[in-house]
Structure formats: structure tokens, C-alpha cells
């Protein structure tokens, strides 16, 4: 069936790039997307790729798409500390299916 | 705010209570799902409409879980007969027909005693 795989933490230092990554299994994708939830808060769209593309970029945050490897990364730049929180890689057709998340922890 | 309301945020009730939720998604978005969040976890699907018809129910959903959409608008979600398990944040998500965002409400967060 579908599934979506994170690493569940990452911790950087405040100013260092922080790169998190996703596997996924379903093929017939249109778009992937990466999704952000802070503490108490909904889940928040940060970005999303097309799935014939390689590579996205939004201000800090780059996406990187390896259809063969069906690997997602998300980059973001000079790391702040209100980029503290959850974050989701989805991926589906007809429905969003996410992963675990991964948890950012950002440190002076 | 997205513009999906969910009602209400927060809901205690004892096992073997029925519990039913509201979402009003963004008018005109013909498409509304359902997903469960537990504690360290990423939502789980539980089922979509397309305007008023369900098109697909999770195997999660058990006899328990219905929902319901039926002018094609504001959806609700009822369980039946509430088990500890169920204890969760209920999400909904609407999508505009040729849309690729899918904007979440706030989330009902439900906890069975």
C-alpha cells in the first residue's frame, strides 16, 4: 500500500541549513508536498513540487524530487528558531498521505 | 485561519458515548476529507467527498464512524459508541476542484474517559 517514511528528529544550530528528507511509495503522485505544524497549531502548506520536476525554490526552502528513488528532501535555509516544529511530507493522488513527521529543533 | 472551521475544538466524553463533528469547509470547494491525528504521528485518512458523494473510506473507518456531506457543503463526522482508541485530533481538509492545496481546519480534538 501507500506509504510515506520520515526520520522522526533533526536538531541544527540556528543560522545552519537543515535538510529533511522523505520517502514515498506511491508512483502516480501529481504533486508532493511538504506540510509544517507548530505546537497547538493546524497544518500549514509550506510548499509543494510536481512531480516532473527535480528541484523548487521558495525563498529559504528548496525541494528536491528523485523520481527513481521516489526520495523528497526539503532544505531550508539559514535555520531560524520560529522554524521550530513538525514537519510532513505528503504525497497521493486522490488523498494526502502523510508521514510520520519530523520533529526541527532549532538551537542558538 | 485557513478559512475551514471545525466544531468544536475540543470534545471529553466517556466511553460509549456517540460524539458527532462539524466542518465547514471553504465554500465552493467541491472536495472535503477526514484525517486522524494521534500524538506523534502524521495524519491518517479516514475518507473524502466530491461534492456530496464519498468517494473512498479508509480501512480505519470501522461500523463505528460514519460521515456525512449532504448538500455538498459542511460535512460531519460521527462515531458511535467511543472507544479509548478513538481518542484523537479529528482534521478536516478542503480542496477547490482543480486545486492542489488542501487547506486544514483547526482540528477537534477528542479525548475518551
Known amino acids: 500500500g501507500e506509504d510515506v517514511e520520515q526520520s522522526l528528529f533533526l536538531s541544527v544550530r540556528e543560522g545552519d541549513s537543515s535538510v529533511i528528507n522523505c520517502t514515498y511509495t506511491d508512483s502516480s503522485s501529481t504533486y508532493l508536498y511538504w506540510y509544517k505544524q507548530e505546537p497547538g497549531a493546524g497544518l500549514q502548506l509550506l510548499t509543494y513540487i510536481f512531480s516532473n520536476m527535480d528541484m523548487k525554490q521558495d525563498q529559504r526552502l528548496t525541494v528536491l524530487l528523485n523520481k527513481k528513488d521516489k526520495h523528497l528532501s526539503l532544505r531550508i535555509a539559514d535555520t531560524q528558531t520560529g522554524d521550530s516544529a513538525i514537519y510532513f511530507c505528503a504525497d497521493g493522488y486522490n488523498k494526502l498521505i502523510f508521514g510520520a513527521g519530523t520533529r526541527l529543533a532549532v538551537h542558538p | ?113
Not at chain 2, 50 to 56: F, G, H
Open chain 2, 1 to 113: 485561519d485557513t478559512g475551514v472551521s471545525q466544531d468544536p475544538r475540543h470534545k471529553i466524553t466517556k466511553r460509549g458515548q456517540n460524539v458527532t463533528f462539524r466542518c465547514d469547509p471553504i465554500s465552493e470547494h467541491n472536495r472535503l476529507y477526514w484525517y486522524r491525528q494521534t500524538l506523534g504521528q502524521g495524519p491518517e485518512f479516514l475518507t473524502y467527498f466530491q461534492n456530496e458523494a464519498q468517494l473512498e473510506k479508509s480501512r480505519l473507518l470501522s461500523d463505528r464512524f460514519s460521515a456525512e456531506r449532504p448538500k455538498g457543503s459542511f460535512s460531519t463526522l460521527e462515531i458511535q459508541r467511543t472507544e479509548q482508541g478513538d481518542s484523537a485530533m479529528y482534521l478536516c481538509a478542503s480542496i477547490p476542484g482543480q486545486g492542489t492545496e488542501a487547506f486544514f481546519g483547526q482540528g477537534t480534538r477528542l479525548t475518551v474517559v
